[in-house]
């Protein structure tokens, strides 16, 4: 096989620099090269591109959002004792929050909305979420009036309980959660609500990094009637389109490397027509069929794996330029980043490059089929 | 051993089929001693090609048998047909003398970097055959550099290089002035010669013909063959 692939390795190494000025061949194959070199530099920069937007958008759901929330399991409450407690002691590194609430209004500056109230057992301030900071134009240090469902007997008649408090914070959110939400100390929800026992636990790493651990290291210590959802289950529709973002886009400019590929498979045939009496020749002094095949399978890896190396590389470091140098601004205000992330990945880098090879392999096996089968006596005749 | 390198019994070759098929070859019987220089002349299309090519282990006859290193041919398995023209068997054909990307010293060894020598020895072998044809000058020469004549040596050398038994030229003359036909020609002979080899040669020059040991007439008619000494 070493020695078999020696010899073919020379005759694939010449035909592809084209020296004896034979140039032609050489220039053909450095078209096929520079397809594939193109089709692999815009692949790896689309993946990095969707990877460096999709990564940002991770983080943000980690930095803004629940990494794992308790429930009570179908037609149950949460039970009751001490193991929120319990839980807390044990895993410091985790916020735990149990938290209650309803349905209230929200009066502010522009008007009223109805907004959820969250109380919860952790709090000391009161927060509302971006959402609903947006609808009634307030921030940190605005007043707000809650209004409850409960009545109370005024001298105007019966009238919705109110509390008004002073927003303490702003909080982030889920980019896909268009809640306007409320949460406050439990002292001041209870005054306002009948809360009862505690809805959900939401658990939170006090490191983002560790958002998608979170449900697995509680898992074995939560009591029965309760069950884990993680962050991965939480966010399963963005998640998923997410996914499905990547694939299809992903899937859409690999058909790049397919015109690359069909224009391999065309050059490698014009260059076994081109070489017939060559291939005869080699036949005549011993080279066998199989190794005619392979050498035409090797010329045409030779151009679409190197070419696929070098549209990696090029692709890669083009993608690493563009992320440094924040050279694609984005208007602030509008997106959650200042500029055009990238992330180039090892799974992005194995993924071209595997597509490379196997279109190169793919565009060769015809072409070296054909000329496998030529018919030696003709080409030898050939002029 | 048997004396005879090559034995055709009854050998038939045609081409193509229905009304269109030609016979080329009709019921040959032959016989190419071990040591023998065998000229091959006769019309164009009478198949002197064809029983080269036979020879040779690039064709299959259609009926007849065919013996070459007392082994029948229709026995061997594609993969000892090459092996066996790639080592037992060299040819030079009037067309395609070189490659044109190889230089001359790199076209001399490719049968033996097919064989899987190392490439120092191959070359080494090329260098040696490449000065017994007086080229040594021109081993690191592209084809394109070299004259037709010098082209043809350089064939001849290449046929040579992994030491086969049995050497076959197709009209190795035939795109040659007087003069180089003449030097290319010498060569063939005193490699011959030297080396101890059976060779058959298809020519039309009669007068290089003459040269030969044998010499098979091969013409259109039913009984084709008529060999004479010379």
């Given at each position: 096989m070493g020695r078999g692939v020696s010899v073919l390795g020379f005759l694939a190494g010449r035909y592809l620099l084209g020296?004896?000025?034979?140039?032609h061949v050489a220039a053909v194959s450095a078209i096929s090269f520079g397809a594939m070199a193109l089709g692999a530099a815009a692949l790896v920069l689309t993946l990095a591109l969707l990877e460096g937007f999709q990564a940002t958008i991770r983080a943000q759901l980690a930095e803004a959002g629940v990494h794992a929330e308790l429930r009570p399991r179908a037609g149950r409450v949460l039970p009751g004792g001490d193991w929120i407690a319990q839980l807390r002691a044990r895993h410091p590194e985790l916020e735990v929050r149990a938290s209650s609430g309803g349905a209230v209004w929200c009066l502010g500056g522009d008007g009223a909305v109805p907004a959820e109230l969250e109380a919860v057992d952790t709090m000391s301030r009161v927060e509302v979420n971006r959402v609903l900071a947006a609808r009634l134009g307030i921030g940190a240090g605005s007043e707000l009036t809650i209004a409850s469902p409960k009545l109370v007997l005024t001298p105007l008649g019966p009238m919705p309980m109110r509390r008004r408090v002073v927003v303490d914070a702003v909080s982030p959110m889920r980019p896909d959660d268009d809640r306007a939400v409320v949460l406050v100390p439990t002292r001041i929800g209870a005054a306002l609500l009948d809360l009862g026992a505690p809805r959900t636990v939401a658990l939170r790493a006090?490191?983002?990094?560790q958002a998608w651990r979170v449900a697995s290291v509680v898992q074995a210590e939560i009591p029965k009637g309760v069950e884990v959802v993680s962050f991965a289950e939480l966010n399963r529709p963005l998640l998923a389109a997410l996914t499905l973002e990547r694939v299809m886009i992903g899937f859409g400019v690999a058909l790049v490397m397919a015109v690359a590929a069909l224009n391999l498979l065309c050059n490698l045939a014009l260059l076994a027509a081109e070489k017939r009496a060559d291939v005869a020749l080699l036949t005549a002094i011993g080279l066998p069929a199989s190794r005619v095949r392979r050498l035409f399978i090797l010329l045409g890896l030779g151009v679409g794996a190197l070419g696929g190396v070098l549209g990696t590389l090029l692709g890669g470091a083009g993608a690493w330029i563009l992320d440094r140098t924040h050279a694609l601004p984005l208007p602030r205000g509008v997106f959650i980043v200042s500029h055009v992330p990238f992330r180039v990945t090892p799974g992005a880098v194995a993924l071209v490059l595997g597509v490379s090879i196997a279109a190169a392999l793919l565009a060769s096996l015809a072409p070296a089929r054909a000329a496998s089968r030529r018919d030696v006596l003709e080409g030898l005749r050939y002029e | 051993m048997s004396d005879e390198l090559v034995i055709a019994r009854g050998v038939r070759k045609g081409y193509g089929a229905g009304e269109r098929r030609v016979e080329v070859l009709r019921g040959l019987d032959l016989a190419v001693e071990r040591g023998e220089m065998l000229a091959v002349v006769g019309p164009?299309?009478?198949g002197k090609s064809t029983l080269l090519h036979l020879i040779g282990l690039l064709d299959r006859p259609d009926a007849g048998e065919l013996l070459v290193f007392g082994s029948d041919t229709s026995r061997l398995s594609v993969e000892e047909r090459a092996r066996w023209r790639n080592r037992r068997i060299g040819f030079v054909f009037q067309f395609h003398a070189l490659l044109p990307e190889f230089t001359l010293e790199e076209n001399v060894a490719m049968p033996l970097l097919i064989a899987g020598e190392p490439r120092r020895t191959a070359l080494a072998a090329a260098a040696e055959l490449i000065a017994s044809v007086g080229l040594d000058h021109r081993r690191?020469?592209?084809?394109?550099?070299?004259?037709g004549g010098e082209q043809q040596r350089g064939a001849v050398a290449r046929a040579l290089v992994a030491s086969p038994e049995l050497l076959l030229a197709d009209e190795p003359t035939g795109n040659l002035d007087a003069a180089n036909a003449e030097i290319l020609f010498g060569a063939f002979e005193e490699l011959h010669l030297s080396r101890g080899l059976t060779s058959v040669i298809v020519t039309h020059n009669e007068a290089l013909a003459s040269r030969c040991g044998r010499t098979l007439r091969l013409s259109?008619?039913?009984?084709?063959v008529a060999c004479s000494r010379t």
């Open positions: 020296l004896g000025r034979r140039t006090k490191d983002p990094a | 164009s299309g009478v690191g020469h592209f084809p394109d550099e070299l004259s259109g008619a039913d009984v084709e």
